[in-house]
């Protein structure tokens, strides 16, 4: 005989009969739940998993002990994962003749590290750093020695609302000069963008918080460069004094 995965929980409610109907969601099999039922057999991309014994937090009808790896969901976070995430296109201000730098990092002191990377590398840059925190207060942190691109900074990081990301915007400089530093601060995990360019940041927002899933940064190609451009190119960059 068969084991019974299957116990009594008052406090959920059935799965939909819709997602009975179903014989997969997010990867799971989901099998017939009875009214009231609170765990279901589950198997990850139609393999059998190692099941442990987990301890639930409330007693149940057979008992308060049950099995099931990977970490059952409820129906509630199955309707949550399908029908409340929603992406977002966030338009990011630039400053008139600056650039702006997106970034993921991930500790509060990154705004200081950051300020101390710029300055320390072009001095007379003016800057404004923003950086969302992700827990405690969850506060937006600020820094700068422009209080105009200061507030630019926070503007940009409060309409972008996504946790761990920081935000530079610039003046009498350049990314290309202080890209590098930033990259080297040990807190800083990736970059989205830098750029002069309009740009729009796609972001998904869930009941948990925010999140970038990336940029549109400037416009799309309009072709190939010919023998021509590629000669303006290379004449360019001898003119602005970073090739030889």
């Not at 710029?118 to 840059?125: A, D, H, R």
Request: aromatic share 8%; charged share 25%.
């Amino acid at each position: 005989m068969g084991t019974n995965h299957e116990t009594t929980a008052p406090h959920l409610r059935p799965w939909p009969a819709s997602f009975r109907r179903s014989k997969a969601v997010l990867g799971y099999k989901i099998p017939k739940r009875t009214h009231q039922s609170a765990i279901f057999r589950a198997e990850w991309r139609n393999k059998p998993v190692k099941r442990e014994t987990v301890r639930t937090s409330e007693p149940t009808g057979g008992g308060d002990l049950h099995s099931c790896n990977p970490p059952c969901p409820t129906p509630f976070q199955v309707v949550f994962w399908f029908f409340t995430m929603e992406l977002k296109s966030v338009r990011l201000e630039i400053p008139d003749g600056g650039n702006i730098i997106v970034g993921q990092t991930h500790f509060i002191k990154s705004v200081e590290d950051i300020y101390e990377a710029i300055v320390n590398t072009v001095p007379q840059m003016k800057f404004g750093v923003a950086f969302n925190e992700a827990s405690g207060p969850c506060l937006t942190r600020a820094d700068g020695n422009d209080p105009d691109l200061k507030a630019l900074a926070i503007r940009n990081a409060t309409a972008l609302a996504a946790g761990h990301v920081f935000v530079v915007v610039m003046r009498e400089g350049y990314p290309i000069n202080v890209l590098g530093r930033i990259k080297d601060v040990p807190e800083v995990c990736s970059i989205f963008c830098a750029t002069a360019n309009p740009v729009e940041v796609i972001v998904a927002e869930t009941p948990q918080g925010r999140g970038i899933l990336g940029v549109v940064d400037g416009e799309p190609p309009k072709g190939v460069e010919t023998e021509q451009d590629a000669a303006a190119r290379v004449q360019f960059l001898r003119k602005i004094g970073y090739k030889r």
